[in-house]
Each structure stands twice: as C-alpha cells, then as structure tokens.
C-alpha cells in the first residue's frame, strides 16, 4: 500500500528544526494546497509510512534468518 494523505490528527507534539531541500519544499506545498493541511502534517505522515517500511522490511529479514 503506498503513502495516502490524511485529515489532520490532534495530539501532543514537540518542536525540532530540520532543514528541507528548496524543491522538496516546494513539492510538499502543492501536496498540502491540494489537500487543504499543513505542511508539518504531511511531513510526520510520511515519516510514519516511512518507519513502518523500515520495520516492516526489518521484520521480514529477521524471519528470513530464522527460516
């Protein structure tokens, strides 16, 4: 299943500074204008989609050790 933009979720958050390259912010602002969001929620969406292929791919090596 590939990334899907969502509504906007309320929840505790934390600020961090992070430097993005000028044409993937670009990229990102269309997605949001698109979606009528926020540029922070669409980031945080996409580093959760990111880490869950990161831990998904992580268990599948793990099992294919094992087998």
């Known amino acids: 299943m590939g990334f899907k933009f969502q509504p906007d979720k309320k929840r505790e ?5 992070i430097r993005f390259p ?4 670009e990229r990102i602002e ?3 204008a698109d979606s009528d ?9 996409a ?5 869950r292929d990161v831990e998904a791919e ?4 793990k099992k294919e050790e094992t087998d």
């Open 22 to 25: 000028k044409e993937l912010v």
């Open 30 to 32: 269309k997605q949001v």
């Open 58 to 61: 992580y268990q599948a090596d």
């Open 47 to 51: 580093c959760e989609y990111a880490i």
């Open 37 to 45: 969001s926020y540029f922070s929620s669409f980031v945080i969406q």
């Open 13 to 17: 958050t934390l600020n961090k500074t």
